[in-house]
């Protein structure tokens, strides 16, 4: 596997690309990818750094794996490059972004637009073969991602974390709470329960108003905030 990954990433995971787990882990994809069709393309895996720079990053999104649709993933956790309807998950982070900012739910799902704010939208696991969900988790690509999130973790302060579902929320154990804001909610994909969610379900979709809290808290620290909007004013 060719890493073509930003400059200042590179940097910071030098150490990361010379470790034996890291050989095996790249060797991996490259048979996967030789040997079934795979996503996101290739020349896309490490797009989530390649879009938000290390120095640049004020939130972490933690996805599981990319989509497992011909066309969908493009290396950003939740986001989808394949039109409408939207997958559930992503379908529900927009309604939670409705309901937190009174905003209109957007018309596309590509969250490249968050990327370039500096939102990392990082997947635990950063391929997958076509119609099979998880089936690339036991190449090492957790390995990587959680040291990903140790070197924002120790080289950074004032980051906010956003924990969507019980896998997502093992990284808490990554986090000093003390340095950054950590939340933590259902995933959005899951079923919510007979009767629905209130606005006021805290950890719950759609009210657990994690777009909102995320904003306070940057501009607590005299960050800009992120537009979660689809519109360019904020």
Request: overall charge neutral.
């Amino acid at each position: 596997m060719n890493v073509e990954i930003e400059s200042s990433w590179k940097e910071q995971l030098a150490d990361e690309f010379e470790k034996p787990y890291f050989k095996q882990l790249s060797d991996n994809v490259d048979r996967a990818y030789k040997d079934n069709q795979c996503f996101p393309p290739i020349n896309l895996v490490f797009n989530a750094f390649n879009l938000c720079p290390f120095h640049k990053v004020k939130v972490v999104i933690i996805g599981q794996d990319p989509y497992p649709g011909k066309g969908q993933a493009h290396g950003l956790s939740f986001s989808f490059d394949g039109g409408k309807p939207f997958p559930r998950s992503l379908n529900t982070i927009f309604k939670g972004i409705y309901h937190d900012l009174k905003t209109p739910i957007p018309t596309s799902g590509n969250l490249t637009r968050w990327a370039e704010q500096g939102v990392l939208l990082l997947n635990a696991i950063l391929s997958v073969q076509e119609k099979k969900p998880a089936s690339h988790r036991k190449f090492g690509w957790e390995c990587f991602t959680d040291a990903v999130i140790e070197r924002l973790n120790d080289e950074c302060e004032g980051l906010v974390f956003m924990l969507w579902g019980v896998k997502a929320c093992t990284k808490a154990s990554l986090i000093d709470a003390d340095k950054h804001l950590v939340l933590e909610a259902r995933h959005p994909a899951a079923r919510p329960p007979k009767g629905g969610y209130t606005d006021q379900d805290e950890g719950k979709w759609p009210g657990c108003k994690h777009f909102s809290k995320a904003n306070e808290y940057l501009c607590e620290r005299e960050k800009s905030p992120i537009n979660w909007k689809e519109t360019k004013e904020l």
